[in-house]
């Protein structure tokens, strides 16, 4: 399955959530925000949301710095 992930053509396995693809570049659990077709997710729903052929996905790392 096609995605956009951060601005780049990406293949993904089907049924795939968006804790999966987390998962899969070791992101689960980090401080980060999500963002599928134009909308926010929170990360209480990173489970229960399949991405779909053609979803667009923006994730942006949280970092601390001084």
Do not use: C, F, Q
């Amino acid at each position: 399955m096609k995605i956009k992930l951060n601005g780049k053509d990406t293949e993904t396995p089907g049924k795939y959530t968006i804790a999966d693809l987390l998962k899969m570049h070791a992101l689960l659990g980090k401080p980060l925000v999500v963002e599928l077709n134009g909308s926010i997710i929170k990360s209480g729903h990173y489970n229960d949301i399949r991405l779909s052929e053609g979803d667009v996905l923006e994730i942006v790392r949280l970092v601390g710095g001084g």
